[in-house]
């Protein structure tokens, strides 16, 4: 009898692991779903279903096939620009489906890029910006909305002649235009 009971115990532990069929049911591992941010910017990322929150915890496990919603916060003063890895797009809002292990990472910058200008040679001039300010003669750098498009215009001084830009801008032409999508500097030189 001890021996009947023994076997039917066993039986009745296999079948809890067996699906009505009789095959072997199998439960996959949670796939780990990381995050990472780049940038000069500051930001967090949260997800939905909880698990990420990146400021502390930029890494989890989700059930296989569960859909994440990942959200990306800029803090003040910055702005989220883009996700990229096995996220991609402006929106500050991706999914992923945790068929297997992910990567996203999400770039934050600063809500503003600094140009900043210097003059080189013997000559003399001023260097001008539109939107306004840039003014140099006195003021060489200035911060501008990330993105933005700046116009500089070099004027000679008395004799002197612009012979052109390098850094950010190129060409002999006495204007430029530079995108701010980060920090960028530029020279220009009046002989």
């Not at 995050?35 to 296989?64: L, M, Q, W, Y």
């Not at 001023?126 to 070099?154: H, M, Y």
């Amino acid at each position: 009898m001890a021996l009947a009971n023994r076997s039917q115990a066993a039986s009745s532990t296999k079948s809890s692991s067996t699906s009505p069929s009789g095959r072997d049911c199998h439960v996959e591992a949670p796939k780990k779903l990381d995050v990472d941010k780049e940038g000069n910017g500051k930001g967090t990322v949260t997800s939905s279903p909880a698990g990420v929150d990146c400021g502390k915890t930029c890494d989890a496990r989700f059930p296989t096939n569960t859909t994440v919603t990942l959200t990306a916060t800029p803090a003040s003063g910055s702005t989220f620009v883009r996700w990229s890895d096995d996220c991609t797009g402006t929106s500050n809002v991706c999914t992923v489906s945790m068929s297997r292990a992910r990567d996203v990472t999400a770039k934050f910058m600063t809500s503003t890029q600094r140009l900043t200008v210097s003059k080189k040679g013997d000559g003399k001039g001023t260097v001008t910006s539109s939107p306004s300010g840039i003014n140099c003669g006195s003021t060489c750098s200035a911060s501008f909305d990330l993105g933005r498009s700046v116009t500089l215009t070099a004027s000679p001084a008395g004799k002197s002649k612009f012979a052109g830009w390098s850094g950010a801008c190129s060409g002999t032409k006495p204007t430029c235009t530079v995108k701010l999508d980060q920090a960028r500097s530029v020279t220009a030189k009046f002989v």
